[in-house]
Nanobody, 127 residues
Framework: QVQLVESGGGLVQAGGSLRLSCAAS????????MGWFRRASGKEREFVAT????????QYADSVKGRFTISRDNAKNTLYLQMNSLKPEDTAVYYC????????????????????WGQGTQITVSS
């Protein structure tokens, strides 16, 4: 069965960096667009970043553009999110997700276009 398992979360001071990983199994990892989303306490889950199957294209939320970098290693079936210059407002549970088959790249920022999700990993940024 499809599994997505995030790791790398934790507590960091503002201005610091973290790298999240998402280990995928149970399907052909390179066949799907992958994305990162986050949910802050009391808010809805929101888009963070997404990447095409062979890393040719990426998209980012305006709030993280220039600070976060999404990448993937298809040989390792792993998705990454490098987060630099972290801010307290980045505090949230971060989720990786797999885009639905046939879903177009133009809709890859929409959470309803993703069919499998990891359990999430908490990032807390202290000021």
């Amino acid at each position: 069965q499809v599994q997505l398992v995030e790791s790398g979360g934790g507590l960091v001071q503002a201005g610091g960096s973290l790298r999240l990983s998402c280990a995928a199994s149970g399907y052909s990892f390179s066949s799907r667009v992958m994305g990162w989303f986050r949910r802050a306490s009391g808010k809805e889950r929101e888009f963070v970043a997404t990447i095409t199957q062979f890393s040719r294209s990426t998209q980012y939320a305006d709030s993280v553009k220039g600070r976060f970098t999404i990448s993937r290693d298809n040989a390792k079936n792993t998705l990454y999110l490098q987060m630099n210059s972290l801010k307290p407002e980045d505090t949230a549970v971060y989720y990786c997700a797999r885009q639905r088959p046939q879903s177009p790249w133009t809709r890859a920022t929409m959470r309803d276009e993703y069919d499998y999700w990891g359990q999430g990993t908490q990032i807390t940024v202290s000021s």
